[in-house]
Each structure stands twice: as C-alpha cells, then as structure tokens.
C-alpha cells in the first residue's frame, strides 16, 4: 500500500520547533514552511539572550536573507508561526504551564534541535541544556496525545571516543539521570575540578553530553515514536534556500575565513585524514524524512528493512564522497581566492602542523610574537592595539586577543582535525530508498554523487557574502587589496630572511 508522501504528513500538522534561533533552526524553519505548504502551525522555542526581548528577537529572525524566498512564495507565512517563550536551560525548558497545555494538546511533532555547541561550555550548562531539556521535553511529549514523532538532532561525533561509530546507542558513564542528579548536587567549583574525570575520553563537554541525551532519547523510545540524527561537521548550504549560506563563525568555517582573511596562518591538522562534513540544508532535509519516517511507520503494511529499535540515521560524506582536510583546505582557499574580500587583513598564507609541540612553535612565531609587536607598535603610536575589519564588527579585536581567540578555535577542532573515523550510514541510504520520486527531489539528501568542486565554488561565494557581509560587486577592490598585500608580504619575507642571512653571518663571524 502507498503511504503518504513528506508533503502530505505534515499538511495540517502542528510542528514544536527548539533552536528556532539558531543555524539548523532557521533553514528548518524556512524549509517546513516553504515545502510543506499546507502545514497547520510551526511553534518555535525562543529565549532572551543579551538583554533582547525575545519579541524583537522574533522579528529579528525573519529579517534573515534566508527568508527572502518563501517571503515571496508565501507572503503570510507568519501567520502559522507561533512564538513560545522559553528557555533551555530552565527546568522543564523555562514553558509557562499555558504554553505547556497548549503544546500537549496541539503538538503532532517535535523537532529538538537546541542544543549548545561551544565545546568549552561548563559541564552544568552543558548538562542542563543538552542533555536536562532534552529528558525534560521527552517527558512533555509523553503528555502529547496526538504525537506522531520526535526527532532529536545529535552529532556524528557524540561518540567519538570510539574509531567506528554506526548507527546504534552505546554505552556511556552516566545515564542522564544520574549526569543530571550529580551536576544538580555540585558546587561550580567542584564541578570545573571534576570536569575531566567526568569526561573520561571525551573531548569536550558538547560530545559528552550528547552522547548521554542519546542514551535519554533511548530509554523514552518503548512510550515514543522517537529517531537521532547525527550529522557530522555541518557546512554552508549546498542547493537551498541560498547557495553556501551560513550565519556563523563556529569551528571549520571560522578556521577558512580567518585563513582567508590572512588571520590564521598556523592551523593543527592532519592532511591526510579524512575530513567528514555535510551541508547544512542536505542534514535539515535527512531530519524532516526521519520524522516522517518514524511517524509513518505505525501506518505501514510492509516490512521495511529497519528492526524495532529507534533508528539513528549518521548524515555523513565519507562512505560517498570522500574527502581529506588537506585537499578541504586547499580547494576551498583556492576557490575563495577566485573572490577575494576587501576585508583581507593580510595576504593569506598558511602552515599545516600534525604535532602538537611543532603547532606550538609555529603558533607563537606566526601568531604571537607579530601580535605582541604589532600592539607594541601600537601603543607607540598613541593608538588603541586594535584590527577592525571594517564593516565586520564581530572581528574587532587587539592583536593579542586575537592570537587567543585563534588558540581557541583550535584547541576546539584540533581533536577532530587530527583523527579519522569509520562511519556506516545504511540507516541513512535506507531512508532516502523509502521516499517517493516527488520526495527525492524536494527533500534531497542523497550524498552518493556530491561534487566537491561545484560545492567550493558557491561556498567561497556564499562566506563571502553572508558571512564577512562582501557583496561580489566589491571583488575588483578586493583584487587590488589581495596583490597590495601580496606585495607587503613577500617584502617584509625578503626582509626577514636577509636579516636572518645576516645574524648568521655575524654569529659565524664571532665564532671564527
């Protein structure tokens, strides 16, 4: 028998949105609201952050580009969003007892996709919005009458402890009870000592506590029709709603602009290694078919090729089109180059080291030894030690600080540049198997034939434009920038070398 098509599942269906706010939020908002044209209502969890009621942040939302094309497609889209104040953090996600009774009785699917991603978050925040929010929204959902699914975004990566990871719950030190009960019962103090005891082999507090919000989503599964997505390192889009569009400065993609830039010219990383990462727009479509899939599947007469557990769909490149960091790095930079910024600091030129005490030294040579002079310059000067890229507020920052928030960035990925995984996705081929010809096309996820190539080319444009805020009209005065700098550059080499011939000349001198 036929069963309804992603489209018609969620035609008159009422969808609770978390993480509405952040990158994966916005592109699944746009995309449900734009593909699924008869869904009933979209209600979206958003919180006050820096002061900002969470109504402007609201409007602020839909201010995005992303938006402009369902804007034009459904000029009242607005009218199937509701707002629902809330707050992750918070017992029972901060929900007033009204929003609550709304959601039970209205709600027919959850996607749960807030979460927080700095992988230096403390463990108790880390713990209450991962993993605490996640029990607590499972528990809400039980109350949902009319629930058909529940999709909780996770990472690739949450197990990462472990060299093959496929798609199947495993182990870890605490249940989320437990986790939630001892952080519960801690000082701060306390806490930070025993944060890498916690740990055990994790990296960070982000995989840690995802991995444990699984084992959560787990042992909800025998009262909920409930599926994981794990995607891997999440890139700009690849086909919609804009080509290489992304909103934020988070691991890889902060480390390729400030490259770009000419800001990072040290990075840790093994170039030989497989680096696997997925467009974001490709991963919001696998989540859309997964809720669809596990709500459909009660209605279905056929046995499909899934077993009884909840399924966990790994959204991830390496089975298909494989890719090492080193070709990344240089087929990126190279189509990056094709549209240089006027926002270029200097001109890009970079080092790749595997070995920590190797990374160090070059690090300090290359990024804070010029940092430190470049401030001490500064101050001779009678100037404020800053570099401002205009027009681009958020990297305006002391030299010295800058050298620490690149130090940062790279304590952040170096853990998962320096390794490689095995990962199986059958769950995942599977999936895309199942939907229909009209759901393969409006819902692609298919990563068997991805083009690298065609993908750098929009991708360089798209950080251009979105993430550094460049329009393409200003590549001839990037151009100018990029040869002036280039010039610079090879001079002050030149300089530094025959300077360099010198001392050794006058050392050898001395000695003989």
């Given at each position: 028998m036929?069963h309804?098509g992603?489209?018609?599942f969620?035609?008159?269906a009422?969808?609770f949105?978390t993480?509405?706010?952040?990158?994966?939020?916005?592109?699944?908002?746009?995309?449900l609201?734009?593909s699924?044209?008869d869904?009933?209502k979209?209600y979206?969890l958003v919180?006050?952050?820096?002061?900002?009621?969470?109504?402007?942040?609201?409007?602020?939302l839909?201010?995005n580009?992303?938006?402009d094309q369902l804007k034009?497609?459904?000029?009242?889209?607005?009218?199937?969003?509701?707002?629902?104040?809330?707050?992750?953090?918070?017992?029972n996600?901060?929900?007033?007892?009204?929003d609550r009774?709304m959601?039970?009785?209205?709600?027919n699917?959850?996607?749960?996709?807030?979460?927080?991603?700095r992988?230096?978050?403390?463990?108790r925040?880390a713990?209450?919005i991962?993993v605490r929010?996640t029990?607590?929204l499972?528990?809400?959902?039980?109350?949902m009458p009319n629930?058909?699914?529940?999709?909780?975004m996770s990472?690739?990566?949450?197990?990462?402890?472990?060299s093959?990871?496929g798609e199947?719950f495993y182990e870890t030190p605490?249940t989320?009870e437990?986790?939630?009960?001892?952080?519960?019962?801690?000082?701060e103090?306390?806490?930070d000592?025993i944060?890498p005891?916690?740990l055990?082999?994790?990296p960070n507090t982000y995989?840690?506590t995802?991995?444990?919000a699984?084992?959560?989503?787990?042992?909800?599964?025998?009262?909920?029709s409930v599926?994981?997505?794990?995607?891997s390192i999440v890139?700009p889009t690849?086909r919609?709603?804009?080509?290489?569009w992304t909103?934020?400065?988070?691991?890889?993609?902060?480390?390729?602009?400030?490259?770009c830039?000419?800001l990072?010219?040290v990075a840790?990383?093994?170039i030989d290694c497989l680096?696997?990462?997925?467009?974001?727009?490709y991963c919001i479509n696998n989540?859309?078919?997964a809720?669809?899939?596990?709500?459909?599947?009660?209605?279905?007469e056929?046995?499909?090729n899934f077993?009884n557990?909840?399924?966990?769909f790994?959204?991830?490149?390496?089975?298909?089109?494989?890719i090492?960091?080193?070709n990344f790095s240089?087929?990126m930079?190279?189509?990056?180059?094709k549209?240089?910024?006027?926002?270029?600091?200097?001109?890009?030129c970079?080092f790749f080291?595997e070995?920590?005490?190797?990374y160090?030294?070059?690090n300090i040579?290359?990024?804070?030894?010029?940092?430190?002079l470049?401030d001490?310059?500064m101050l001779?000067l009678?100037?404020?030690?800053s570099?401002a890229?205009p027009?681009?507020?958020h990297?305006n920052?002391?030299?010295?600080?800058g050298?620490?928030?690149?130090?940062k960035?790279?304590?952040a990925i170096?853990?998962f540049?320096?390794?490689e995984?095995t990962?199986?996705?059958?769950?995942t081929q599977e999936?895309y198997?199942q939907l229909?010809?009209t759901d393969?096309e409006k819902?692609?996820f298919d990563?068997?034939?991805?083009d690298?190539?065609q993908y750098?080319y929009?991708?360089?444009?798209?950080?251009?434009?979105y993430?550094?805020k460049d329009?393409?009209e200003?590549?001839?005065?990037g151009e100018k920038?990029?040869r002036k700098?280039q010039?610079?550059h090879f001079a002050?080499?030149?300089?530094?070398?025959l300077?360099?011939l010198?001392?050794?000349y006058?050392?050898?001198?001395?000695?003989f």
């Open positions: 036929d309804p992603i489209e018609e969620f035609a008159g009422n969808v949105l993480g509405a706010t952040g990158l994966m939020g916005k592109l699944a908002m746009e995309k609201l734009r699924c044209g869904l009933k979209l979206v919180r006050v952050k820096k002061g900002k009621a969470v109504e402007d942040r609201f409007v602020e839909f201010e580009v992303i938006f034009k497609e459904q000029p009242d889209f607005l009218s199937k969003v509701v707002l629902i104040h809330g707050d992750c953090v918070q017992p996600l901060g929900l007033s007892e009204d009774i959601l039970r009785a209205k709600v699917c959850v996607l749960h996709f807030a979460a927080t991603v992988f230096d978050q403390t463990i925040t713990t209450y991962n929010a029990r607590d499972l528990r809400l959902a039980t109350e629930l058909k699914s529940f999709v909780y990472t690739a990566y949450s197990h990462c402890v472990r093959s990871i199947e605490f989320g437990k986790l939630i009960t001892l952080i519960d019962s801690c000082s103090d306390f806490l000592k944060t005891t916690l055990e082999s994790w995989s840690f995802k991995a444990v699984e084992e959560v989503v787990q042992s909800f599964s025998d009262r909920l599926a994981i997505v794990r995607p890139l690849a919609e709603p804009l080509l290489g909103d934020n400065m988070y691991g890889i993609i902060g480390l390729v602009v400030g490259i830039l000419g990072i010219r840790r990383i093994k680096a696997d990462m997925v467009p974001a727009d989540a859309i078919a809720a669809w899939y596990v709500g459909e599947k009660k209605n279905r056929v046995v499909d077993d557990r909840p399924p966990i790994n959204f991830v490149i390496t089975p298909h089109a494989p090492t960091w080193g240089k087929w930079y190279g189509h990056l180059r549209v240089p910024t006027k926002y270029l600091v200097w001109y890009p970079y080291a070995n920590y005490y190797t160090m030294l070059l040579l290359f990024h804070h030894i010029p940092a430190h470049a001490f310059v001779c009678g100037r404020q030690p570099s890229i027009g681009f507020s990297l920052y002391r030299p010295v600080d050298a620490r928030k690149i130090d960035v790279m304590n170096s853990y540049s320096t390794r995984w990962f199986s996705d059958q769950n999936l198997r229909n010809d393969k819902f692609f990563l068997s034939n991805f690298w190539n750098f929009s991708g360089a444009e798209g950080a251009r434009v993430i550094l329009p393409l200003t590549i001839p005065e920038r990029y700098l010039i610079y002050l080499v030149t300089v530094l070398c300077g360099l010198w001392l050794c006058f050392i050898i001198k001395l000695l």
